[in-house]
């Protein structure tokens, strides 16, 4: 796929360079294209995130499972380069990229994709205008207008939602924006999708939809795809590893039958869908008083 | 190339790149014509850089009106989305011009991605836009700006039921929410009245002083300013002041409220919004309007007088005494309700305005815009029915 100008100067610089070193996304030697090290977030008192190691591999399907504020959306954010970690490093391809040049940071980020978990659809532009904004505007000059137009409308019509394509954020469903998000995610034929929780909130069908095409994307064209989700059925259909947090921390990490045997206590209660013994309200005062 | 089952997106970036940054290696297009077919064949990279030539040779192709176009992409061994795009385009002009265009040599990799969309539904023909007469364009125009009138005036309604009928019905006005408003509205306003005030004030005095100088007739500046700060400019003023600052605050806030479904949620909880929010604001801001007015008034007086007495030797006392028998307690009065009406007024546009808004957080910002318009469109009306009342009534 090419990815050649984008139009700048100063992005083609930033990109013969990284040529020249001989460093580009699928990091020699080693099957893992992004690495975080150590990862630690402090908001203000609390440690969300306690050293976090994760490596995933080109071309796989990571999930990163657990409860909710158990930090896996923080994570996401760091890995996607959106937010830096306190400490710790995320790299992508052997590159530090919290640490890159301004002009390298836009270059990966045009070659990773993002769907936030409300949708994040620009209010004011139709489902088709918002899939084609990253295009019209990195690539504007050197495609025809209809071109644009056209491999929006096959994103659209990838995630099934092409009969939606001139309508407005506003008017769609929770599913829908999260389609079209996927849509605009990949508008740009990204090597790694980031997605924030795919199928939060959905009816089992869509989410199985959406469960389906994430896979599909992944076999057809090899996307490196990090998932975010506490929704289990989902994340077993999909991943092809995990890594499974609790309280800033991974409880577990690999394939979902490594993840299972780890034995964790958590885990179990999680898959379970049971809650934990501390958890669970006092009731013990009023059953006294009754008696 | 790398390994199957996408080559196009799996392979070593600097290779891929170096195929795409070379302008000549993608944009090769031939196009050959035999026996009224015509064959256009695309080079080794069908990507970004190569789709406006590939585009540019079929709709060339199409204007030599051929039998059949056949699209050779058999050589392709680099392609992107954009690329198969414009074979797409391709396929879809060919459809709108009626001439039979085929694709040859396409790959597994292209089956592949092909299998994900449905070229029948991309190129389909799409509907031109209605077209629409004169008159339905007229009411597309008008019926909003109707609607926005009709949803100001239940709202003003409401808001005066619950002040005046409520009380009688038992249910206890929300001092406390009210008070909280006034707070914000005329506390946060009172600086930027009060220097407005004062510096109108010596306008005011500045230009009528100019013009009665003429017929020596300098002490009747205080008349002037008197008159005009109580009567007009004193209300409009802090009733624009509150429709720039309070308006607009109230249109976003609700507005904001609405898209997250908060007001829903009051009514679902059987909570009035319109009496949990709107009423308060609405009382306050008639309140504040009356409040900020004369605090308006007092300093512009002081500027005036400051003038007076600095430039035109007009002593404080003179000025008060012509004050004193140029405005009557009647002035006043009916400056105090203009205050009332147009505060109300710029509460109930603002707060209508932010209960009506739809389509995500660009209506909130259309909504924050139509509330300060309208609110100082409705001031001026509104001051326009109370002059021609006073007029009506004391003539």
């Not at chain 2, 190339?1 to 070379?22: E, F, K, Y």
């Not at chain 2, 597994?108 to 008159?135: C, K, N």
Request: proline share 4%.
């Amino acid at each position: 796929m090419s990815r050649a100008g984008w139009g700048d100067a100063a992005q083609l610089a930033a990109l013969q360079e990284l040529q020249a070193e001989g460093l580009t996304l699928d990091a020699r030697g080693s099957d893992d294209l992004i690495r975080a090290v150590a990862v630690t977030t402090v908001f203000g008192e609390r440690t969300v995130l306690d050293g976090i190691d994760l490596a995933i591999r080109r071309g796989e399907v990571f999930v990163l499972m657990g409860p909710s504020g158990c930090g896996k959306t923080t994570m996401l954010r760091h890995l996607c380069g959106l937010r830096a970690p306190t400490f710790g490093t995320v790299s992508i391809g052997g590159r530090d990229i919290h640490a890159l040049p301004a002009a390298e940071l836009h270059a990966l980020r045009l070659r990773t994709g993002m769907a936030f978990q409300g949708g994040a659809l620009l209010g004011s532009l139709t489902v088709e205008e918002n899939v084609a904004l990253p295009l019209r505007e990195n690539a504007g000059r050197q495609l025809p207008r209809e071109v644009i137009r056209q491999v929006a409308r096959a994103k659209l019509d990838m995630v099934g939602l092409l009969p939606a394509a001139e309508r407005m954020p506003a008017d769609l469903s929770g599913g829908m924006c999260k389609r079209a998000a996927i849509a605009r995610a990949i508008a740009l034929d990204p090597e790694i999708v980031f997605l924030d929780e795919p199928t939060a909130g959905l009816d089992p069908i869509t989410a199985a939809g959406i469960d389906n095409l994430i896979v599909k994307l992944n076999a057809v064209f090899g996307i490196t795809m990090v998932v975010v989700t506490h929704d289990l059925p989902s994340a077993y259909a999909i991943a092809d590893r995990m890594a499974v947090f609790f309280d800033g921390q991974v409880a577990a990490f690999g394939t979902k039958d490594q993840v299972l045997e780890a034995g964790d206590p958590r885990i179990r209660d999680f898959v379970d869908r049971r809650m934990r013994d501390a958890e669970r309200p006092e009731i013990d005062v009023a059953r006294h008083m009754i008696l | 190339m790398a390994p199957a089952p996408n080559p196009t997106i799996d392979q070593p970036l600097d290779a891929v790149r170096v195929a795409g940054s070379d302008p000549g290696a993608g944009c090769s297009v031939s196009v050959t014509t035999k026996a009224g077919v015509t064959t256009v064949r695309t080079g080794p990279g069908l990507t970004r850089s190569a789709v406006r030539g590939l585009v540019d040779a079929v709709s060339r192709s199409l204007r030599t009106c051929p039998s059949r176009i056949v699209l050779d992409v058999g050589a392709v061994d680099d392609f992107d989305s954009a690329g198969l795009a414009g074979l797409v385009e391709a396929l879809r002009l060919g459809r709108a011009a009626g001439v039979e265009l085929r694709l040859r040599g396409l790959s597994q990799a292209m089956l592949d991605y092909f299998s994900l969309v449905s070229v029948e539904r991309l190129t389909a023909a799409e509907p031109g836009p209605e077209p629409r007469g004169i008159l339905r364009r007229l009411g597309a125009r008008a019926l909003p700006v109707l609607e926005s009138m009709a949803t100001v005036g239940r709202l003003g309604a409401d808001c005066v039921m619950a002040v005046l009928v409520d009380p009688w019905r038992g249910r206890r006005p929300r001092i406390d929410r009210t008070t909280h408003e006034f707070d914000h509205t005329a506390g946060g306003a009172l600086p930027i009245t009060g220097l407005i005030g004062f510096l109108l004030g010596l306008i005011l005095a500045m230009q009528a002083w100019v013009q009665l100088r003429a017929w020596a007739a300098e002490l009747y500046v205080a008349d002037m300013v008197g008159v005009s700060v109580v009567t007009e400019i004193g209300p409009l003023m802090t009733a624009i002041v509150l429709a720039a600052r309070s308006a607009s605050a109230n249109a976003a806030q609700l507005g904001s409220m609405v898209v997250g479904e908060e007001v829903d949620a009051l009514r679902q909880m059987g909570i009035d919004p319109v009496r949990f929010l709107v009423v308060p604001k609405v009382v306050a801001l008639a309140l504040a309007a009356v409040a900020l007015c004369l605090i308006f008034d007092g300093v512009a007086i002081v500027g005036a007088a400051l003038f007076a007495r600095g430039f035109a030797d007009i002593g404080f006392v003179a000025f008060g005494e012509r004050l004193e028998l140029a405005l009557g307690l009647r002035d006043l009065a009916t400056a105090g309700l203009k205050c009332l009406a147009f505060g109300g007024c710029v509460g109930v546009v603002g707060c209508a305005e932010g209960l009506s808004v739809t389509g995500g957080s660009e209506g909130v910002g259309r909504a924050t815009t139509r509330a300060v318009v309208y609110s100082v469109f409705l001031i001026i009306v509104v001051d326009a029915l109370f002059v021609t009342l006073q007029r009506m009534v004391f003539a």
